[in-house]
């Protein structure tokens, strides 16, 4: 799968597990984004990362841990999850950090947590 | 806080009819409005964009209009397919308070 990638797809983790998510892109992109989905919500923004570096923290709770390494890869760390956290998260990229371009999104990995 | 509204949540349409889905934001700053298509079990993807520099944009039976005074801007599909159903998002970006998506329209065509 070329693009944005995601995984893994689907992950079921109790309130006490810690886990990570991984998003990759291949597009040459400089920023890097997680985004949280829930039924019947908006597309909740959490983090940006412009050039590895993070710009943008949507009042994240510290559960949700991001890490960027280098430009190419996104990170998110999960420990003591709570049930209404369970959603798709979906990574995107895009080339300007300007958050005026498109953004491309990744296949998401479906959370829940038990 | 800024936001933007979506509306209306869901739309069914028979084929071959058009279908306008409207979006009304409030940070002025923002001067990039994408609009996305999400099928069922899939990523979003842009269809279509405008900037706030064009008041409307076409692309074969998808246009998006802009009316950068009263804030808000449109999705129009005409001649739908039952393709074209899916959710739609619209979003503001560029502003002072980043991307804001909107909450989304469902869009059935009915064959």
């Known amino acids: 799968e070329t693009g944005v990638t995601q995984t893994p797809r689907h992950l079921v983790m109790g309130m006490t597990n810690k886990k990570s998510l991984k998003c990759e892109q291949h597009?040459?992109?400089?920023?890097m984004y997680w985004y949280k989905q829930s039924a019947k919500k908006p597309l909740e923004l959490m983090f940006v990362?412009?050039?590895?570096?993070?710009?943008e923290n949507n009042s994240v709770p510290s559960r949700f841990s991001p890490e960027c390494p280098n430009s190419s890869h996104l990170f998110l760390h999960l420990h003591t999850l709570q049930p209404e956290d369970s959603a798709l998260y979906l990574c995107?990229?895009?080339?300007?950090?300007?958050?005026?371009?498109?953004?491309?999104f990744g296949p998401g990995t479906r959370l829940t947590v038990t | 806080g800024e936001n933007v509204e979506q509306h209306p949540s869901t739309l069914s349409v028979q084929e071959g009819d058009s279908a306008v889905i409207k979006c009304t934001y409030s940070?002025?700053?923002?001067?990039?409005f994408p609009w996305y298509k999400q099928e069922l079990g899939k990523r979003p993807q842009l269809i279509i964009d405008?900037?706030?520099?064009?008041g409307e944009k076409k692309d074969q039976r998808i246009a998006v209009t802009l009316n950068k005074t009263a804030k808000h801007f449109s999705l129009h599909i005409t001649e739908t397919q039952p393709e074209d159903s899916a959710v739609y998002f619209c979003?503001?970006?560029?502003?002072?308070?980043?991307?804001?998506f909107g909450t989304g329209t469902r869009l059935k065509v009915l064959a």
């Open positions: 995107a990229s895009s080339h300007d950090p300007g958050l005026a371009f498109e953004q491309y």
């Open positions: 597009l040459g992109h400089n920023a």
């Open positions: 990362y412009n050039f590895k570096e993070q710009t």
């Open positions: 940070d002025s700053a923002s001067n990039y």
């Open positions: 405008i900037r706030s520099n064009v």
């Open positions: 979003a503001g970006g560029g502003g002072t308070y980043k991307y804001i």
